[in-house]
C-alpha cells in the first residue's frame, strides 16, 4: 500500500484538530550498508508533547507505528515502555530502500513521521570495501586530530620554554649592569 503526498497532505489537513503533539525520537536504522538477506533492525521512540503547562515530552505506550519502505508501508509494530519500538527486516535484492517510520495519530494525538534513512544492499565484498574504506578513514581523522593536538602542545610547550629562557637571559644580563 503506498501513501502518496497529496494523500500524506490530506491526512495531516484531516488531523489538524488533534489536540497533542507527538514527535519520533532517537530514530536508528542499523546497518546501513547490508547484504542480501541480514537483518536491518529499526529502533525509534514515539513521545507525545504535555500541555504548556508542563512543557515535557513523555513516551507513549501502546500505540501502534508503521515501517515504511520506499513509501511502501511493511508492518507495524506497538510501542513499549517509553514509547520504544523496533522492527527487524531484511531486503534480498541489491539496491537501496528508504526506510522511514510513521504515527498515523487520532483525533488527540497528531501524527508524525521519522525522519528517512537509506539502506544500501550490496554484496559481501563491496560491504568489506565499504567498511575497510570507513575504518581507514577514521585512522586518518584520529591521526590527524593526535597530529593536530601533539602540534599545539608542542608549541604550547615551545612558548613556555622559549619564556623561561628569555627570563634566564634577563637575569643574566641583569646581573652584568
Partial sequence: MQ??????????????????????????????????????????????????????WGGLTDFNVDLYVNDVKRATATT??????????????????????????????CPSWSDEVAVKVVSEEEKEKAEEEARLRELLFWLGVGGAAAAVIGGIIYLIDRERRLRELELVLAARR
Fill in 3 to 56: 501513501v502518496s503526498l497529496a494523500e500524506r497532505a490530506l491526512s495531516i489537513t484531516e488531523r489538524a484538530v488533534c489536540v497533542v503533539v507527538t514527535r519520533i525520537i532517537d530514530f536508528r536504522v542499523e546497518p546501513t550498508l547490508a547484504t542480501p538477506g541480514e537483518t536491518i533492525t529499526i529502533v525509534g521512540k514515539l513521545q507525545q508533547h504535555w500541555p504548556p503547562m508542563i512543557c515535557t
Fill in 80 to 109: 513499549g515502555p517509553d514509547g520504544a519500538f523496533e522492527f527487524r527486516t531484511s531486503f534480498r535484492e541489491y539496491g537501496t530502500y528508504w526506510v522511514k517510520v510513521h504515527y498515523p495519530g487520532n483525533a488527540w494525538y
